[in-house]
């Protein structure tokens, strides 16, 4: 049954989710440039990016069809769906039936399918090449993120992410070395998901190196904004669900409002820390050749797969 | 139920788990250095997973054994083997045969058959450490794996101190440690061991001018 | 002063005095008496086991039976008289230029001290103490082995270290997992590893944990017994090592990581009922007998050859052991001890035929017994013998395992017979022209000791026509123990 809290409490996600993000990719890029000694922009500088963007006239390219100008809407649809689902502030949501986490993964595998045909769709060689590369990346990417799902899935025997993230907010073991994999890997899969360095460098316009840039190369004015504003609602998305998984604490379980409401400043206080350390991450690692991407990601697929191995034989119920 | 595993249970698996994860991290390793400080790091888990062993059985004799460790595996070995690397000009002598990716299967592979040969003696272990041997069989098969895919010498080398760890995880996890004459004959053989391979290095050196096991094929039966 | 005490301390102390003095001019002498000293220990040893019955030394930690006071007497024996071949033949590598006064020192210390750890790794009760002992013993030779410090033997050296200690480890995981069976039996003492506590509750033992112990074991020891697909290190060893140190090697070495195995196997048969042991060696067995008897055909060094000659004996005795019973036993120690003794004497015999040549390849050794009558009879008297030609002491042992094996399992039959067979043609075609045939020789400065060859094939010859009854109880007692 849909409760009434439960409702406010998921539209409520929903709108945090849609204003948060930029606000994370901000000061991600904030913390990025205190590290470098730069003049840091200012923390809500992805807002007026985002009203430009919305405020100018889209140019298509020619030979555009229906699936350029729908996949950006697919795209953000996608995000904030995967949004909802994820249970950052509260397991009681009345969208948690669909939280399944290889739901999830799917949903994100859908964005990806799409923005890579549309990147291929307009013909040029850099949004072919971009597509290709996400693809390659996915295509890493997604067997070890699974790996990592598998593991806690086993631990709550459920794949329901609100289920997982119940069990582990109210787990006796302290330290679950599984979990310290899983994590790890966790982390590495989505810094290449969310285009970060050390696979890829969200700053950067060098051809050579670019994956997701180069995809949305031929986007601009809203197609362009929902894409930009997409892939921040990605980076809270993977940071929420990370933060959700390893540090599922002060997230609000039953109905009461208070809950919820204790549990907003937590979610900005893990988010900012954890934004903080992605930009430390970013900082101290040099990207990787293209080369060098599947090997980084197969590290991360092994310590997702011994994770699972460890949580099998030391942890085993037996 | 998993429930019911105490705390330093849980810490011991911790260091366990971490010492594998070094293990794999060392067969990834490409460089001698970081190589050699990867097996320091593994030295001190296997020291301070002795430790807890130690305080949560109340056997005197690990600590011993602990002391033992982190003198001889987490500093002196490191600390020889950095001297020698030093020595030699060996310090940029970088890996370049091997596909590391490939060995990470096939090291993971391995990690399955050893969880799976050891599966049936963890159920019968009492010790508070059962799930450990699996690891250490685990450890010391990548050790293995380590010195067979290394063309150079100084990382077959860490390899075989490696399995050394391996071998002592084993002993502490499904024994609480083996007696105190056996390990401190253990150490002593270790430590002459890797004494005698430092005075090889510099002979092998002196006749092949490398460090490159490649180099020495020439005995063989045709 | 205790036999015992004595036996394992003349060579520890020489072994140290060695390394201060091993300069001197005496220092040779002090080689030959040190050996000699253990061996008169171990003999006066062996005849106290013999009139009393086994024994303990210092408090349980050592433990001598009838078992292995048979293979310690061996060891001193063969010990003794590879150091009176030595001699002679050190100081004609030292005058070929080929060996250095501080290499030699080398070479005597590390002599005795590997006489030592040997004796040590038979006599110990404790085994973790045993398999202390054994990768001591490696670590001494992988010294003795690289002596010339030529880029082949620094590679077989690497190889040998490499390899054994690869296999040295399996063998201690095998060990925590046999304490690891025994600690939930005897519980948490130090007599856990003690071999004479652990074969009064081997029935006791946990059967899945020695299953799995003994395969690490056998494998483990296994390597250093030279059992294949881990043999590699032994030929290279052998053949770029001194020659001496091949005597050592083939002569005991194979049989103290022999008898850790069978010590190991006793216990193993206790725990798991049924001849899972027994197979396991049988197959290892004859797979390392058939693989060395079709390699040895390929070989064009002669002691290289002959240590594929080694690595076909050990493959026949570990099968010998793997059929288990008391038949077999006995033939299976009968074979160890005329091997050791037969494997020696033809080693030697090499030594001062490649000396005399100045070349290990056998296609340019030709005539010896122009050169030398007494260096090409002996080998060619130690070829027969270790080919097991009537009437040496190789005969009888083959024999009796071949009537086993015909008896209680027929199959393996064809599979021993082929590999003697090959083995024969293979070493019989390769020796006969080295024997006979043109040569031009040249003088050695210091005249070979012959004395241990001839020694050591007259016992061969003796115990292949008549075993004394003292002898045969013996064997028979220790056959029985291996059950």
């Given amino acids: 049954m849909i409760s009434i809290s439960g409702l406010i409490g998921q539209i409520f996600a929903i709108a945090l989710a849609l204003l948060l993000a ?88 859908l964005a990806r399918v799409f923005i890579s045909l549309a990147a291929m769709d307009v013909g040029t060689s850099f949004g072919t090449l971009g597509g290709r590369r996400e693809m390659l990346v996915g295509f890493l990417a997604e067997p070890a993120l699974l790996m990592v799902i598998f593991t806690l899935a086993m631990i709550a025997q459920s794949t329901s992410v609100t289920t997982i993230v119940e069990t582990l907010a109210h787990r006796e073991f302290l330290v679950f070395p599984s979990l310290a994999f899983a994590g790890i890997a966790f982390t590495m899969v989505s810094l290449a998901e969310n285009a970060r360095v050390p696979v890829d460098n969200p700053a950067t316009h060098l051809e050579l190196t ?57 979610l900005v206080l893990k988010l900012a820390i954890g934004g903080f350390l992605l930009a430390g991450i970013e900082t101290i690692n040099a990207k990787l050749r293209i080369f060098r991407a599947p090997e980084f990601l197969g590290t991360a697929f092994m310590l997702a797969v011994l994770g699972l191995l460890v949580r099998l034989m030391l942890e085993g119920s037996a | 139920m998993s429930a019911t595993i105490s705390f330093s249970a849980q810490l011991i698996n911790l260091f366990a788990a971490l010492i594998l994860l070094l293990a794999f991290a060392m067969l990834a390793q490409r460089r001698v250095m970081q190589l050699i400080n990867l097996f320091a790091y593994q030295g001190l888990a296997l020291c301070l997973s002795t430790l807890v062993v130690a305080v949560s059985t109340g056997q005197t004799h690990l600590y011993w054994s602990a002391g033992l460790t982190l003198l001889l595996k987490a500093l002196l070995l490191p600390w020889i083997l950095h001297r020698l690397v030093r020595r030699l000009q060996v310090k940029w002598d970088v890996e370049s045969l091997i596909n590391i990716p490939t060995t990470m299967l096939v090291g993971i592979g391995l990690v399955i058959v050893a969880f799976n040969v050891a599966h049936p003696i963890s159920e019968l272990s009492s010790t508070i450490t059962r799930g450990t041997l699996a690891i250490a069989l685990a450890v010391v098969m990548l050790a293995f794996l380590m010195m067979i895919t290394r063309t150079k010498a100084i990382p077959q080398v860490v390899g075989f101190l490696a399995m050394e760890n391996g071998l002592f995880l084993a002993a502490t996890s499904a024994t609480y440690g083996m007696p105190m004459v056996v390990e401190l004959g253990i150490a002593l053989d270790v430590l002459v061991g890797a004494i005698i391979l430092g005075v090889f290095f510099f002979q092998i050196r002196e006749q092949f001018d490398s460090l490159d096991i490649r180099h020495m094929e020439r005995l063989k039966d045709n | 002063m205790d036999f015992f005490v004595l036996m394992l301390a003349i060579p520890l102390v020489s072994g140290a005095l060695l390394t201060v003095f ?71 590598e030292a005058a070929h230029g080929r060996l250095t006064i501080p290499r030699l020192r080398l070479y005597k210390s590390m002599y005795q001290l590997f006489m030592f750890t040997m004796l040590m790794a038979l006599t110990t009760n404790n085994l973790g103490i045993l398999w202390v002992a054994m990768e001591a013993a490696t670590l001494t030779t992988v010294l003795l082995v690289s002596l010339y410090r030529t880029s082949a033997s620094l590679e077989a050296a690497w190889k040998y270290f490499i390899l054994c200690g690869v296999g040295i480890a399996q063998a ?85 990581a022999l008898y850790a195995i069978l010590r190991c196997k006793v216990l193993a048969d206790g725990a798991i009922h049924g001849d899972y042991a027994g197979n396991l060696m049988m197959g290892f067995g004859l797979a390392t007998l058939l693989m060395a008897a079709f390699f040895l055909s390929r070989q064009k060094d002669v002691k290289r050859m002959f240590a594929y000659s080694s690595i076909e004996h050990m493959g026949l005795i570990t099968f010998a052991f793997g059929m288990g019973g008391a038949v ?26 490649t000396q005399k040549t100045g070349t290990q390849l056998m296609e340019n050794i030709r005539g010896l017994i122009r050169i030398n009558p007494l260096i090409g009879w002996g080998l060619m008297l130690g070829t027969l013998a270790i080919l097991g030609m009537p009437p040496f002491g190789v005969f009888a042992s083959e024999f009796m395992i071949l009537t086993h094996a015909m008896k209680h399992h027929p199959w393996a039959t064809p599979v021993l017979l082929t590999a003697l067979g090959v083995a024969f043609a293979a070493i019989f075609g390769k020796v006969q022209p080295m024997v006979f045939g043109e040569t031009e020789a040249k003088r050695l400065p210091h005249a070979p000791a012959i004395t241990p060859v001839f020694l050591h094939l007259g016992i061969v010859l003796m115990l292949g026509v008549y075993i004394p009854p003292y002898l045969t109880r013996w064997f028979h007692e220790a056959a029985r123990m291996l059950g």
């Fill in chain 1, 210 to 266: 670019m994956i997701h840039e180069a995809m949305i190369l031929e986007y601009s004015g809203r197609h362009l904004a929902l894409i930009e504003w997409a892939a921040s609602l990605k980076l809270y998305a993977y940071s929420c669900l990370g933060l959700a998984l390893f540090f599922p604490w002060g997230i609000a379980e039953g109905e009461r409002f208070s809950g919820l409401l204790l549990a907003i400043p937590m």
């Fill in chain 3, 22 to 92: 091993g300069e001197r001019a005496w220092a040779p002498n002090l080689n030959i008496i040190a050996s000699l000293g253990t061996f008169l220990a171990a003999a006066g040893l062996t005849a106290e086991i013999v009139a009393n019955g086994p024994r303990f030394a210092f408090g349980e930690q050592f433990f001598i039976d009838s078992l292995n006071v048979f293979f310690v007497a061996l060891t001193a024996f063969v010990g003794l008289t590879t150091s009176i071949f030595s001699g002679p033949y050190m100081k004609n």
């Fill in chain 3, 328 to 353: 077999a036993n006995f033939a299976g120690l009968l074979h160890m001890t005329m091997h050791s003794l037969t494997k020696s004497a033809i080693f030697f015999a090499v030594g001062h035929a």
């Fill in chain 3, 172 to 256: 201690l995981f095998g060990t925590i997992l046999l304490y690891f069976a025994a600690e939930r039996v005897l519980g948490e003492t130090g007599n856990a590893l003690l071999w004479t506590h652990l074969v009064e509750v081997k029935g006791e033992l946990e059967p899945t944990v020695m299953a799995l112990s003994f395969i690490f074991l056998l494998v483990g020891y296994g390597t250093k017994v030279g059992l294949a697909p881990l043999h590699n290190w032994l030929p290279d060893a052998h053949a770029e090592g001194p020659t001496p140190v091949s005597a050592v090697l083939s002569g005991l070495l194979l049989n103290v």
């Fill in chain 1, 22 to 109: 930029p606000v994370l990719s901000g000061w991600v890029g904030q913390c990025r440039a205190w590290f470098q000694n730069r003049t840091a922009p200012p923390l809500l500088q992805p807002y007026y990016m985002l009203h430009k963007l919305f405020h100018k006239d889209v140019v298509l390219a020619h030979g555009a069809s229906s699936l350029f100008r729908s996949a950006p809407f697919v795209v953000f649809g996608c995000m904030v769906l995967a949004c909802a689902i994820i249970p950052a502030l509260s397991t009681d949501l009345p969208l948690a039936p669909a939280a399944d986490a290889l739901a999830l993964v799917g949903v994100f595998g």
